[in-house]
C-alpha cells in the first residue's frame, strides 16, 4: 500500500504548473488537495482525509523550495529567420536514404541556402528552401508521405553552458506553447533549436521569445 505523501508527490511531479506554484510559495495547497483527493485514493487504494493531503503537500513544498526551477533562465544569443521553407517526408528506405545523402552535392546547394536532414526509425524528413522544392521532389522521385509548404524556420542559438542544465529546450518551446503557437518540425543541433511555423504565426512567435526566456 502506498503512502500518502508518495502519491502526493507524485501527482505534483505531473504537473508543471503545480510544481512551480509550490517552489513559488502561491499554491492554495487546500484547494489543490481537493482537487487530487480522488486521485490520491486511487493510487493509495483508500479512504483519504483531505488534511491528509494538505499536510502532504506541504512536506512536498519543503523538497521543492530547494529545487532548481523548472524553466530555466536561458540567453538566446542569436534569432535567425528563414522563409519560406518546406517540408518534405518520405519513407525511410534504402533508395530514399542514398537520394537525400546525394542533395548538398547533386543539387549544388550553397552555404547559404537552408537544407536540413533528419532521419528517423521509418522517415527521412527533408527541410529546404521552398524555390528549391521541386528540385528535391525530382531527385528523390518517390511519394512523400506529407508536404507543408509556405513555412518559416526561426533558429534559436544559446552559449554551450546550458547543454548542462536540465530543461533548457523545455523553457524554449514553453514560450510558444504558452501562445498556443502549432510546432509543424522540431530540429536541434549543438547549440541551435529550429522550430518550423505557419507564416501567420511569426509575429507571436517573435514576440514570445523576445530575446530571452
Known amino acids: 500500500m ?18 512551480e506554484a509550490m517552489r513559488l510559495g502561491v499554491l492554495n495547497q487546500s484547494a489543490y488537495a481537493e482537487l487530487i483527493l480522488p486521485e490520491v485514493e486511487r493510487l493509495t487504494w483508500k479512504d483519504v482525509q483531505k488534511n491528509s493531503v494538505v499536510v502532504s503537500l506541504s512536506r512536498v513544498a519543503r523538497e521543492l523550495e530547494e529545487a532548481d526551477p523548472l524553466k530555466p533562465s536561458v540567453v538566446i544569443q542569436e534569432l535567425s529567420i528563414k522563409a519560406p521553407l518546406a517540408d518534405l517526408t518520405f519513407e525511410r528506405s534504402e533508395h530514399n536514404l542514398l537520394k537525400v545523402h546525394q542533395l548538398p552535392s547533386k543539387l549544388h546547394f550553397g552555404p547559404n541556402q537552408f537544407l536540413t536532414i533528419t532521419q528517423g526509425i521509418n522517415e527521412i524528413t527533408v527541410i529546404v528552401s521552398q524555390d528549391r522544392a521541386e528540385e528535391v521532389l525530382a531527385h528523390i522521385d518517390t511519394p512523400t508521405r506529407s508536404i507543408f509548404r509556405d513555412l518559416v524556420g526561426i533558429t534559436i542559438k544559446f552559449d554551450s553552458q546550458y547543454l548542462d542544465q536540465p530543461n533548457v529546450i523545455y523553457a524554449l518551446l514553453a514560450k510558444l506553447a504558452y501562445q498556443r503557437i502549432n510546432l509543424l518540425e522540431i530540429v536541434s543541433t549543438y547549440t541551435e533549436l529550429t522550430v518550423l511555423i505557419e507564416e501567420h504565426d511569426l509575429d507571436r512567435a517573435v514576440s514570445a521569445f523576445g530575446g530571452t526566456t
Open 2 to 19: 502506498r503512502k500518502i505523501t508518495d502519491a502526493v508527490r507524485e501527482i505534483v511531479q505531473r504537473s508543471d504548473v503545480a510544481q
